[in-house]
């Protein structure tokens, strides 16, 4: 018999969820474990940057629409400046993410920079300053994505204020209304 599973036990999003994760773990992986197989820097470098940008792509086009519902990107205005624009569902649709694909969400995009910098920590120590542009490169990706998407959370945060806050105000002004209307 079919065990019926209660809401929010399981992810709503496991193949998302799945690549959210994937590109991480290969970078990091192909990172620590190619230094015990293979000698040229020029493919660590390569390699290892492709599947950061892999990650940084995915988080930041698929993933984070999926899983938390924001999306961001950053223009250059007519004035030559630089200006962050978000989106993000309605609030209805926020109130409807799965809980569980949002932990994995935050914990893995702020994890992998953790990982990234305690990584270039031990390259410090080694002494391996090559390897230090990897981890920049891959570091700058992964804080890319969190002031990113930690951006786009405060401002939708705001935006359901000021939605709530409008409502609030126009439906008291229709109350006010219709009871001096009555008078």
């Not at 020029?42 to 940008?53: R, S, W």
């Not at 570091?139 to 002031?147: K, M, P, Q, T």
Request: hydrophobic fraction near 50%; charged fraction near 15%; charge should be positive.
């Amino acid at each position: 018999m079919d065990r019926v599973q209660p809401p929010g036990e399981n992810y709503a999003n496991p193949k998302t969820c799945f690549f959210h994760v994937l590109f991480k773990a290969a970078a990091l992986a192909f990172y620590i474990l190619s230094a015990l197989f293979i000698d040229s820097f020029v493919i660590i470098f390569v390699v290892t940057v492709l599947l950061a940008a892999l990650d940084f792509w995915v988080v930041k086009n698929v993933s984070g629409r999926i899983l938390v519902g924001l999306r961001w990107w950053n223009e250059i205005n007519e004035q030559g400046e630089s200006v962050w624009k978000f989106e993000c569902l309605d609030q209805e649709s926020l109130a409807r993410m799965n809980k569980k694909d949002s932990w994995l969400f935050w914990w893995t995009l702020y994890l992998t920079a953790v990982a990234w910098i305690f990584l270039g920590i031990f390259s410090l120590i080694r002494f391996q300053a090559d390897y230090l542009l990897v981890i920049g490169v891959c570091l700058s990706l992964s804080i890319a994505n969190i002031v990113g998407f930690t951006k786009c959370r405060k401002d939708a945060k705001k935006q359901i204020q000021q939605f709530a806050s409008q409502t609030i105000a126009s439906h008291f002004s229709s109350t006010i209304q219709s009871a001096f209307s009555v008078v």
